[in-house]
């Protein structure tokens, strides 16, 4: 393969751009904007790939983000941090920590750049702190003539809204400004529950808790349920023996394992999904917030979620696991649930109303087709908006109907990019021409 050919993550995109270029300031990245629209080719800045849909693929000119990766400026009293667009999670988490402050919510890896994390709607369970897009306060972009802009809820509001879950299609984002808490301990409750404790006391443990998702394991009659909550501590980490032998060896290389087992053996999951769904036990710990939201994951696999609203979750599940028995899906991944508020970001999946996320996930060498097919049937029965960096069906005819800001979006998008210099074929489905 050539130097210049990019994947992503999970194996299933990747792109030879006609030109890689990798700018090191905003004006960089304006200067490369301008030329791609003088050789008439696209531009995008993909963060780490670890979008499962194309939204990163760069086909004309591709900005590799590692240059843009300064923290301009921490604000310890405001809370207000300003970094650059390449800057990766796990660095912003670490720095940020350094100076008490901390994300108030996130997803479970840091993996991403902030701009690839945030342009998709990286989301994360709370019932009171929102996603990523919620948190943002300000940005910067590369607009389709070169230019450079701010944005923010009083300066450019509409460009704002919706350019802050923006999939790269307005503009290049070149910083990002956060609206940080101080840092905060989490103290971490796993258990085991059954399938129907789970569903009966849906309402308690969203109301309970302050983030809370759990995992089905198909097949079975197997969750586990994660319960993360405040508290002024002590810190009381898992031990360095505890937290391998249950994050590493049992999730990721006993779980590895089972993979390979049931993707030879198909007559297995149903057993090995009820001794794992048994293996994981119930555990407490506290730690520092963001080493709590988050784990590694080195299993490879393909993954699809949808947002629906939070009160069609107990009926999108019971169908779900109906659809399990009716069309004879062999799954050995579970199925996982979380929650969030409302969310003002335009296409943010959880734009104004609370939802509940449903993200299915697929072996990478299995034939994902039918079963993902099958839940987004069911999701899209129940007004349910597709994760913009996960696999999906979805185009613009359908997505204008679920986002009620979707058509301010694309005037916004007109208006900006009328030449489309930040297109690519994702955005052409998602969004239009």
Aim: aromatic share 8%; proline share 5%; hydrophobic share 40%.
């Amino acid at each position: 393969m050539s130097q210049q050919t990019w994947r992503n993550w999970a194996g299933n995109h990747q792109v030879t751009p006609a030109r890689v270029l990798s700018p090191r300031s905003t004006d960089e990245v304006s200067a490369a904007v301008r030329r791609a629209a003088e050789d008439g080719l696209t531009v995008r800045m993909p963060g780490t790939g670890h979008s499962f849909t194309g939204a990163a693929v760069a086909e004309g000119v591709m900005l590799r983000p590692g240059g843009l990766s300064a923290v301009r400026s921490i604000d310890t009293a405001s809370g207000l941090v300003t970094a650059e667009a390449g800057l990766p999670l796990w660095r912003l988490n670490q720095l940020l920590d350094e100076h008490g402050l901390a994300l108030a919510n996130m997803g479970d890896i840091q993996e991403q750049t902030l701009a690839g994390a945030s342009q998709t709607g990286t989301h994360g369970t709370g019932r009171d702190a929102a996603g990523l897009a919620s948190q943002i306060v300000g940005l910067e972009l590369v607009l389709a003539d070169g230019s450079v802009v701010t944005c923010s809820r009083t300066e450019r509001p509409e460009l704002f809204h919706a350019a802050t879950v923006g999939l790269g299609a307005l503009g290049i984002v070149t910083a990002i400004t956060w609206q940080t808490v101080p840092a905060f301990l989490l103290k971490a409750h796993e258990a085991p529950m059954t399938w129907d404790e789970v569903l009966n006391r849906l309402d308690e443990l969203d109301h309970d808790n302050e983030h809370f998702e759990f995992f089905w394991f198909p097949h079975s009659e197997g969750c586990l349920t994660k319960r993360n909550n405040r508290v002024e501590g002590p810190r009381a980490p898992l031990g360095a023996v505890k937290a391998w032998l249950d994050d590493e060896f049992l999730s990721n290389t006993v779980f590895g394992a089972a993979q390979r087992l049931t993707k030879a053996f198909p007559k297995t999951i149903r057993t090995v999904n009820g001794i794992s769904a048994k293996l994981l036990g119930e555990r407490t710990y506290t730690d520092t917030s963001y080493k709590v939201f988050t784990a590694s994951r080195t299993v490879k696999f393909r993954e699809q979620e949808y947002a629906i609203p939070r009160e069609n979750l107990d009926a999108a599940l019971r169908e779900l696991r109906r659809a399990f028995d009716r069309r004879g899906w062999q799954v050995s991944f579970p199925v996982e649930v979380r929650l969030l508020p409302a969310e003002d970001a335009w296409l943010s999946m959880a734009h104004g109303r609370r939802s509940a996320f449903i993200a299915i996930h697929m072996y990478r060498p299995l034939d994902h087709t039918a079963y993902f097919e099958g839940v987004e049937e069911i999701m899209t029965s129940l007004g349910g908006r597709p994760h913009w960096g996960k696999m999906h069906t979805r185009d613009a005819a359908y997505l204008e109907q679920v986002y009620p800001r979707f058509g301010d979006f694309a005037k916004t998008r007109d208006e900006l990019d009328p030449d489309r210099r930040f297109l690519n074929p994702y955005t052409r489905r998602v969004l239009g021409a």
